[in-house]
């Protein structure tokens, strides 16, 4: 089993949808969480940390089940900006990072 | 204005001779990572740092090399580079260690051949 999955997608939605991706993780002592968003081989970008009680920044919501050891990220109201693959990041220890393979989404006009 | 900058951006060249991707941070980042970004297999880790003079291995050290001798600069060294070391390359730094977001440099396109 990896120790970051992700569904590789493509996730294929209208502009205006809302759309939702989890990453599962195998290592239950991991402490930090992030998801990064990637454009088409350029250098991945940090879009938000994700905190224990669940966070928000504008249409993007992370969130974190320790218990099912997933994260999860939401976007509402689809902008056809926001087309890219999307990266979980998991570190099971203090200098490690691991990243999930990513989800690409598409937002069609 | 922060960042990570990796140089060359592009770079072909042949088996067996010796090259060194560079990378130079100017956030005072005590972390520094290397990682290379592969169809189908995401990013994985080759060598990181955890301050000046301390490096360890990441998942795919194996054909690397890498130096800490300033706090700034973490260069990654390919001794004898063959065709299964193509890929992209990215360096990442951040402050102290992993429960920080890194920051990534624009990435380097390597082809071996």
């Known amino acids: 089993r990896k120790e970051v999955e992700q569904d590789p997608g493509p996730f294929n939605v209208p502009e205006g949808a809302t759309v939702a991706f989890n990453c599962t993780y195998s290592n239950s002592a991991s402490q930090s969480f992030f998801w990064y968003r990637q454009d088409c081989r350029k250098e991945p970008k940090l879009l938000m940390s994700?905190?224990?009680s669940g966070n928000e920044d504008g249409r993007f919501t992370a969130q974190l089940n320790r218990a099912s050891q997933y994260i999860s990220l939401l976007i509402r109201d689809s902008k056809l900006s926001d087309s890219a693959t999307y990266l979980c990041v998991v570190t099971p220890g203090t200098y490690k990072y691991i990243f999930g393979t990513g989800t690409r989404l598409k937002v069609l006009a | 204005e922060a960042q990570v900058t990796q140089n060359p951006r592009y770079l072909i060249t042949v088996t067996g001779k010796k090259l060194t991707v560079t990378c130079s941070q100017n956030m005072n980042h005590e972390y520094m990572s290397w990682y290379r970004q592969d169809p189908g297999l995401g990013l994985r880790q080759i060598y990181y740092s955890m301050n000046v003079e301390v490096t360890d291995k990441g998942d795919v050290p194996e054909g690397y090399k890498v130096s800490r001798k300033e706090k700034r600069n973490f260069p990654l060294i390919l001794e004898s580079p063959s065709p299964n070391q193509t890929s992209l390359y990215f360096c990442a730094s951040s402050s102290t260690n992993s429960n920080q977001p890194q920051h990534f440099g624009d990435g380097t396109r390597l082809s071996i051949l």
């Open positions: 994700v905190y224990s």
